[in-house]
């Protein structure tokens, strides 16, 4: 038994593709190469990869970790070479690396992540609304009928030098960790923003040590 950590890029061309296809794709790029994907046991086996977050509908990562596990020991380069060939467009390969069979699941391990985020509509004053909202002890807020306190989901927001078209840019690391995770657009939001105006993508999921 072999576990591969992969990290890759799910690009423009995916970005309207959700978790459980995503997770679909994954799975048929393995058939394609013909690589020993291992499944789990029982009486429904499913294959055994291991995405570390769900990225939401229209982000865009260049830093998605997933853990999968073949049969057999292969070299990472031919793992490589098998994957680059059958990977469908809007994901590309990163980094592979083994990775010891004992370590706890990805989404235990998670501690943040960190994201880029192009504001489409100005904001103007955005300096004082950062201020204001990082200075903030509390911000509620409700996400499928639960309420929740955003604020200390924030670990760092500052803005960042416009593109060249002037448009705004943000840098936010936000808590992910299960059953707590920051919404990059629900901190567009609590800045006074529309969560439709702006593009978000994902630079780095960061794991506990």
């Known amino acids: 038994m072999q576990r591969l950590r ?7 061309a995916m970005r309207f593709t959700g978790h459980l296809d995503l997770h679909r794709a994954w799975e048929r790029a393995f058939r394609r190469a013909e690589l020993p994907l291992a499944y789990s046991q029982g009486y429904n086996p499913h294959p055994r990869l291991n ?5 939401p509908l229209g982000f865009t990562s ?5 853990d999968a596990w073949l049969e057999h020991t292969l070299p990472v380069a031919q793992v490589w070479a098998a994957l680059e060939s059958a990977l469908p467009p809007g994901i ?19 501690e ?24 903030s002890e509390h911000l509620p807020r409700r996400r499928r009928g639960k309420d929740y306190d955003l ?16 448009l705004q840019r943000l840098f936010m690391r936000l808590v992910t960790k299960e059953g707590a995770a920051g919404r990059p657009d629900e901190v567009v939001e609590a800045l006074g923003g529309a969560a439709d105006a702006a593009r978000v993508h994902r630079l780095r999921l960061i794991l506990s040590s």
Do not use: W
């Open 62 to 66: 260049q830093a998605e970790i997933m």
């Open 112 to 135: 943040a992540a960190e994201y880029l985020v192009t504001l489409l509509d100005e904001l103007p004053e955005m300096a004082t609304r950062l201020e204001t909202l990082m200075n």
């Open 6 to 12: 992969i990290i890759f890029a799910k690009t423009s």
């Open 92 to 110: 590309s390969l990163c980094q592979i690396e083994e990775a010891a069979l004992n370590l706890p699941a990805l989404q235990t391990q998670l």
């Open 151 to 166: 604020r200390p989901l924030i670990l760092k927001l500052h803005s960042l030098p416009p593109e060249a078209d002037g």
């Open 51 to 55: 995405l570390a977050a769900a990225l």
